[in-house]
């Protein structure tokens, strides 16, 4: 669920881990402030959570790139609002509402780089639930789990393929219940130099040296690809970050 709400100065935008907050179970939200304008960039602010009688419940602290996070443990019948300060005006703005029933789920990366998902269901929820992790459509791992006895996973890092990967939480009928990405970063790998003239005549062959020669000194067979743009209409986007990162995610980065 992501709720997005504007003022003429200020966009906020609200996502719960997983998808939704559940009520009496602890969430993670993270939000994003933005200015209301066609730049959409990020804004630097502090910001307070009230329910519904005027009791602050979080609190949160944007970056300079606009983002940040609270927990939230929703109750029932409660409805929940954001307030912050813009140009000396204090703006509220509507938390999603939460689910009465349901399952949330918490991810957390280990210090050895591995994943860990936590799952909480409410009382009335079901009993069984399938995960599936895979990566750019290839699956990297399914589970079945009782949630009577476990509510926990864990996801090696060294399965998953460098890049964004999905972690997708199931019914027994296959009916997708959560959502959640994570990113794990690529290897080093040696950067290479081309060597080439500056300039050519119309159509003449260009001839490109690669240091070091990789051809010669890998051990095994190198995939190389190569894109030629005008000087003027080059993007910071380029062939790792857009198959690593922007192939999956809409919007700026």
Known sequence: TLKNLSDSNV?????????HLI????????????????TNSGIEMTGLVFDQDDNEVAKFNTSEQG??????TP??????????????SVLSFHLPKAKDSGINMRVAQTSSGDFEVNLNKSPDFGKK??????TRGVIK???????TTKNKIKILANSLTPGISHITIMDYSFNPLLERLIFKYPENHKSLELNYNNSYLT????????????????EQISKLSISVSQTNGVSSDNIISNLLLTSDIRGKV
């Open 11 to 19: 966009t906020i935008k609200f996502f719960p881990e997983g998808g």
């Open 23 to 38: 009520n009496d179970l602890e969430g993670k939200v993270a939000i994003y402030i933005s200015k209301g304008d066609q």
């Open 67 to 72: 983002y940040s996070f609270f927990l939230l």
């Open 75 to 88: 109750e029932r019948e409660k409805s929940y609002v954001a307030r912050i300060v813009s140009d000396s």
């Open 129 to 134: 639930v399938y995960a599936v992790i895979h």
């Open 141 to 147: 791992q399914i589970e079945s789990i009782d949630l």
């Open 203 to 218: 159509r003449q062959k260009v001839k490109v040296a690669l240091s070091p020669d990789v051809l010669r000194v890998s």
